[in-house]
Nanobody, 126 residues
Framework: QVELVESGGGLVRAGGSLRLSCAAF????????MGWFRQAPGKERVFVAA????????YYADSVKGRFTISRGNAKNTAFLQMNSLKPEDTAVYYC???????????????????WGQGTQVTVSS
């Protein structure tokens, strides 16, 4: 069982930056993969970025590649999403997710994630 809590959301102007954090609270050792997803108003939740349990591999949606960077803390119980060059289309509720699996191709599939945070709002004004 893993409980996730996101923080760091806010309102910024286009071209600005934000850094999201996800704190994980687990009963066992941190061997879970983590990902970030987002949901804009009136739209379905979509994949943004993911990172393997050891931080060795990262994956990004085409829409954010080159602008966003996902990472994990040294203790592996925290995930970060550094968002640069933000655009109005990035406006959404951002969710942190975690899951136990070995297949790297599952990292982009939200149905594979068993644990989800409550979400944090990111608003980018034009």
């Amino acid at each position: 069982q893993v409980e996730l809590v996101e923080s760091g959301g806010g309102l910024v102007r286009a071209g600005g930056s934000l850094r999201l954090s996800c704190a994980a609270f687990a009963r066992t050792a941190s061997s879970y993969n983590m990902g970030w997803f987002r949901q804009a108003p009136g739209k379905e939740r979509v994949f943004v970025a993911a990172i393997t349990w050891d931080g060795g591999n990262t994956y990004y949606a085409d829409s954010v590649k080159g602008r966003f960077t996902i990472s994990r803390g040294n203790a592996k119980n925290t995930a970060f999403l550094q968002m640069n060059s933000l655009k109005p289309e990035d406006t959404a509720v951002y969710y942190c997710a975690a899951a136990y699996f070995s297949e790297s191709n599952y990292l982009k599939e939200q149905r594979r994630y068993a644990y989800w945070g409550q979400g944090t709002q990111v608003t980018v004004s034009s």
